[in-house]
Every structure is written in structure tokens, then in C-alpha cells.
């Protein structure tokens, strides 16, 4: 067993974990963060993205023994402090970009950082950055508009099915 210290969400945290132990079971059963999701265990689904020292990481793929003196952000803390949504989350709710829910906080992760990254994406650009990142209900198109919303661009009209 080692101890691994940290910052979560801006909090100081300390922990015994052993070697073998990811980023996403710290989280999820350590420390009680069940927003970020395990879809998948094999890096392929998204729902598990967090941001390390600010960069966007799927949390199941990360040894958490190599994260000493790391700041992690999960999706627990982007809402702000009286719980009001922060501009990508309230984007996905006014454009439907969530169905189940399930894929949504790694959705959410995954646009913060693309916007932090290139605040104007284009569509194409913000289908490239969400290719790590995979949902079963909405078909993408509404997550797009969200992601448009959020970044400041108006999405085209919602069509109907």
C-alpha cells in the first residue's frame, strides 16, 4: 500500500491505494465522486473523462500512484458554488444533449476542455475531439448544438424527426 496525495476538486485529499489502483476506483470508491462514470474498463467509451493538472484523461486507463501532487477536476465540481450549471452543462440541458445521462459527465469533461482548448470549434472539429467519447441515445446531434450553444455559436435550428 501507498499514499497518494492530491488535489480534488480543490480539496486536498490523501489515500492508501495499491499500486495497480486506477484514477477512476480512487474516485468512485475512495473518495465517494460517483459522477464520473466506468462504461467500458478499456479506455474506449468516455465516461469516465476527467482533467488532470487541466487536461483532459479518460480515469480508467490512469494508474492513480503516478498522480502525487496532481490537481483533478471531475464532473462534481463544474457546476458553480451554489449549484447553478456552468455554461456547457446548462447548454446540454437547454439543447437535449443527454438522454440517460450516462455518457453526459464525460460528455460534459470532454467539451470544457476542447472549449478551453479552441473556444470557437467547428462542427467538424467538435465531432474529431469527441471521437474517445461514445453514446447510445442521442445520436450526437443535439451534443453538437450544445457544444456550440456553450461556446458562444448558434446552432442550427432543432429539425424534426
Known amino acids: 500500500m ?18 495497480r489502483t486506477l484514477l477512476v476506483q480512487v474516485l468512485r470508491e475512495k473518495l465517494g465522486l460517483t459522477g464520473t462514470h466506468v462504461g467500458c474498463d478499456t479506455s474506449q467509451c468516455g465516461a469516465c473523462v476527467v482533467h488532470v493538472d487541466g487536461l483532459a484523461m479518460k480515469s480508467c486507463s490512469v494508474l492513480a500512484g503516478g498522480l502525487e501532487g496532481c ?11 451554489n449549484g447553478e450549471l456552468n455554461a456547457v452543462q446548462q447548454a446540454f440541458q437547454d439543447f437535449h444533449g443527454l438522454q440517460c445521462g450516462f455518457c453526459t459527465p464525460g460528455m460534459v469533461m470532454s467539451a470544457q476542455s476542447l472549449l478551453a482548448e479552441n473556444p470557437k470549434p467547428t462542427e467538424t ?5 469527441l471521437e474517445g467519447n461514445l453514446c447510445r441515445c442521442t445520436g450526437y446531434h443535439n451534443i453538437i448544438r450544445a457544444i456550440l450553444a456553450a461556446s458562444g455559436q448558434n446552432p442550427e435550428p432543432a429539425t424534426a424527426v
Open 125 to 129: 472539429e467538435i465531432r474529431h475531439y
Open 2 to 19: 501507498t499514499r497518494l496525495s492530491m488535489k480534488v476538486n480543490n480539496k486536498p485529499v490523501s489515500v492508501e491505494i495499491e499500486g
Open 71 to 81: 490537481e483533478v477536476t471531475t464532473i462534481e465540481a463544474m457546476a458553480g458554488p
